[in-house]
């Protein structure tokens, strides 16, 4: 049976391949024309060296010199003598450029939908079929998306699982004068043809073995929902805590959802803050870091994912660090206005 396999690079770029059954990974990716560094090919130069995110594999012959006792149990492997054993993802810390791997995907996507959810938030839907088959991608990366009649493209994290109809959805911030608000708010209609780039990112869930901590910050929720998703297809689940931050109450999105995923996870809480509470709000207010249990969190390892505005993730982790709380993995992820980032 083949394996799906992710490929991830340091510029953010993903390639998916199919790994056949006992065939050796560097042998696949060569095989779909992704030329992956090596030399010896004999487990001993470590030029192929890369690191399992997610999935079962094995090794052969391994050198010493290669690789470490430490660096094998952080799952660090060389491409030339893996065989994976089920879907997986791999991350190697070079630019994808230098294996010859082209061009990142591009899709004509085809739009089912939108919801202007408040003044500053929107939900944009897009049927992206013309890709005959299922587009992967690991839940939390995001596409580019070209605004329509514009040379003008912009980053968002996915807010769901891949799917065999390839129907999307990504949450939108939206600006007083960006580009793509500008059209959400005034052009944007059901059947016009947006240009989709993708997979693309380094954040992403990784292998769940521990507690996980989710904070989102207003559209980074948008990553998480993908992984929530994923996580409730799983047979085995780990703990979820997610916190939800937004201004106001009217910037909450899928409220409906994120409580239903307590019926899918076994054990998942969820916490909405709102830092310009109204009167009428009963819930947290103030900013996230204000409301993390430092008691809860000292108890035992976990993994932190942090999707949002810059202020909020250099707060969580100052709060950390003045915490003294160190036994966790933080993986993180800024929303910045500019033309590369998700805005």
Known sequence: MDHSVA??????????????????????AIRQGINLPLDCREGVC?????????????????????LSERDLSERKMLACQTRVKSN?????????????????????????GVELVSETTAILYLDARSHTRQLDFLPGQYARLQIPETDDWRSYSFANRPNASNQLQFLIRLLPNGVMSNYLRERCQIGQTLMMEAPLG???LREA?????FIAGGTGLSAFLGMLDNIAEQPCQPPVRLYYGVNTEADLCEQNRLTAYAERIKDFSYHPIISKASEQWQGKSGFIHEHLDKNQLAEQSFDMYLCGPPPMIEAV??????QAIEDCHIYSEKFLQSNTAKT
Request: glycine share 6%; net charge negative; with cysteine.
């Open 46 to 66: 470590g030029t192929c060296q890369g690191k399992c995110e997610t999935g079962v594999y094995e090794q052969e012959y391994v050198d010493e010199d290669a």
């Open 88 to 112: 997986a993802a791999f991350y190697f810390d070079h630019n994808s450029t230098i294996c010859n791997t082209g061009e990142t995907l591009k899709i004509a996507t085809v739009v089912t």
């Open 7 to 28: 490929l991830n690079f340091a510029d953010g770029k993903t390639f998916f391949i199919s790994v056949q059954q006992d065939e050796l990974l560097l042998d696949a």
């Open 317 to 322: 982790k100052t709060w950390l660090d003045e």
């Open 202 to 204: 380094s954040f992403y």
């Open 209 to 213: 073995e521990r507690p996980l901590v």
